[in-house]
């Protein structure tokens, strides 16, 4: 695999096919956490450092163990199993040797284990067939395009706080409009050629 | 249709496999990367006592306790613990309870029932209606007119009606200071909590006019003020004043007060008594 394939590959986790706005994965702790800016960069940047790490195991699981066993029937079950002992096995880890790194990513490092664009990006390695390098790419601009998702969201939602609309779009009308809004705007990129 | 068990076996096996292992591996890491967790917020709240006020403007006494044990907030905000457990939270963190200011209300009237009315109010049954009714229906210009309008206004339920007068429960008393907003005659002051006597009259006519309109007013004798060992009182304008940087709490100036309008704030049992000798 060449380098603008990967190059390719991270460009369109992150733009043509965002994991939020246009895959709809992890909208949960999108609309979530994304009030304040650094409350989202902290979930952002979570969401990556997991995704990361799952795309590398869930590979390693499905091609030495999954594959030769004719299991892959059993892939969704068995990527739960292996994400959410290594998210838990992760904050331990970080919790004795980088807290600065725990302290940051907070409460989010345990709520994003059952995130649901951690489990899609471990299902589309699979399904596109990624080699453990591509994967690896894959699950860190998936997160990337998580964070600037949330990031841009969280940016947008701060300004809201203090815009003059309508009584009865208060609150969360108001915040999946402007979702919405986000989303077709990234639309835009599915236009994006790459080489 | 040809079920082949084997398949469902090996799914069973290996997924079970790989279930155990992880458990062991994060069963060990939970010893190998085990942190000594900081356990003073759970002495703190052992301390506690408890009752989830939220007085401390935590929702509940764990909330309290850890932010305590972080050290983000002072030891002595437990209300109901008091400075006995302030005392004992400090003493596991290693600090001291910090010179506790807390402010409480202090209504300045001793009039009551013994004020001299002018007439006879029959309006709304309110201070501020009646203090608007030719400056109210008593003769001395700083009584408690007693309608309780302050109790009305106390979020907290400190305040009490007594013989025709607002008494402030100090124990109660957060020190918010609504009343002192509501009082339309402006004789509810701060006080602080932990100083003891007090001088309750804010009438600053002459001793005369005091002595015909209340049977309890500061006529500006200066008795006190020549009792008190500290020097702590002076007469400003017809009314003895505490200086509550000199005042000792000895209680002197209550005994002598021929009007008997210092008193005491505290109940006068234990630990106080103790102090005036």
Same mark, same amino acid.
């Given at each position: 695999m060449s380098f603008t394939g990967l190059v390719s590959i991270a460009l369109g986790a992150i733009l043509i096919e965002n994991f939020i706005l246009v895959k709809f994965l992890g909208i949960c702790p999108f609309l979530g956490v994304s009030k304040k800016m650094d409350t989202a960069a902290g979930m952002g940047l979570a969401v990556t450092f997991v995704m990361a790490l799952a795309s590398v195991f869930t590979w390693l699981v499905n091609h030495y163990l999954l594959v030769p066993l004719n299991l892959q029937y059993m892939q969704t079950l068995a990527y739960i199993l292996v994400i959410a002992s290594l998210v838990q096995f992760v904050e331990m880890f970080l919790q004795k040797s980088v807290p600065g790194l725990y302290r940051a990513l907070g409460?989010?490092?345990?709520?994003?284990?059952?995130?649901?664009?951690?489990?899609?990006?471990?299902?589309?390695?699979?399904?596109?067939?990624?080699?453990?390098?591509?994967?690896?790419?894959?699950?860190?601009s998936g997160g990337i395009g998580f964070l600037v998702a949330i990031l841009l969201?969280?940016?947008?939602?701060?300004?809201?706080?203090?815009?003059?609309?309508?009584?009865a779009f208060e609150g969360f009308p108001i915040t999946l409009v402007s979702a919405g809004l986000l989303a077709m705007a990234f639309m835009g990129f599915s236009g994006l050629k790459i080489w | 249709m040809h079920i082949d068990i084997m398949n469902i076996v090996w799914a069973v096996?290996?997924?079970?496999?790989?279930?155990?292992?992880?458990?062991?591996?994060?069963?060990?890491?939970?010893?190998?990367?085990?942190?000594?967790?900081?356990?003073?917020?759970?002495?703190?709240?052992?301390?506690?006592?408890?009752v989830n006020c939220g007085g401390c403007g935590f929702t509940g006494c764990a909330l309290y306790a850890e932010a305590v044990s972080r050290g983000d907030v002072p030891v002595d905000l437990c209300a109901p613990g008091g400075r006995k457990t302030a005392e004992e939270i400090?003493?596991?963190m290693g600090t001291d309870v910090p010179e506790s200011d807390r402010m409480v209300a202090v209504v300045k009237c001793s009039g009551g029932t013994g004020a001299l009315k002018r007439f006879e109010y029959d309006?709304?049954?309110?201070?501020?209606?009646? &203090?608007?009714?030719?400056?109210?229906?008593?003769?001395?210009?700083?009584?408690?007119?007693?309608?309780?309008?302050?109790?009305?206004?106390?979020?907290? &339920?400190?305040?009490?009606?007594k013989d025709g007068r607002a008494v402030v429960d100090h124990e109660k008393c957060t020190g918010c200071l609504v009343c002192v907003e509501a009082c339309p005659r402006k004789i509810i002051t701060p006080f602080s909590y932990n100083k003891d006597v007090i001088i309750k009259c804010s009438?600053?006519?002459?001793?005369?006019?005091?002595?015909?309109?209340?049977?309890?007013?500061?006529v500006g004798c200066s008795i006190c003020k020549k009792e008190c060992p500290s020097g702590a009182i002076t007469i400003d304008g017809n009314l003895a004043a505490i200086d509550p940087e000199k005042c000792t709490d000895c209680g002197k100036c209550v005994s002598v007060c021929p009007r008997g309008l210092i008193t005491h704030s505290r109940p006068q049992s234990g630990m106080n008594s103790g102090e005036t000798m």
């Open positions: 409460i989010y490092l345990p709520l994003i284990t059952t995130n649901c664009a951690v489990l899609g990006v471990a299902v589309l390695n699979t399904t596109k067939g990624y080699n453990l390098l591509e994967s690896l790419v894959y699950g860190i969201f969280s940016s947008i939602r701060e300004r809201l706080e203090f815009s003059d609309h309508p009584k | 096996v290996v997924l079970g496999a790989i279930g155990a292992v992880f458990g062991i591996v994060l069963a060990i890491a939970s010893k190998v990367f085990s942190v000594g967790a900081d356990s003073r917020g759970e002495n703190i709240l052992n301390i506690l006592p408890g400090a003493r596991l309006g709304i049954h309110d201070c501020r209606s009646a &203090d608007l009714v030719g400056g109210g229906p008593l003769e001395c210009p700083s009584g408690c007119i007693g309608f309780g309008t302050c109790v009305e206004a106390c979020p907290f &339920d400190a305040i009490y009606l009438s600053h006519e002459r001793g005369a006019a005091v002595r015909r309109v209340c049977g309890a007013g500061c």
